[in-house]
């Protein structure tokens, strides 16, 4: 799996609040449970 450039990954944690730990999130897209539990 590709590694996720850990000052991309900072700037997505300070734009979205998302913290981004594994590769596959950014490729295959944040599951609708998370999308659900982070608009609440």
Known sequence: MTEVPEDW???VAGETSYV???A???FGGV???CQI???K
């Open 20 to 22: 981004i730990h594994h």
């Open 31 to 33: 599951c609708p449970e």
């Open 37 to 39: 539990k982070r608009k």
């Open 9 to 11: 990954a900072a700037t």
């Open 24 to 26: 596959h999130v950014v």
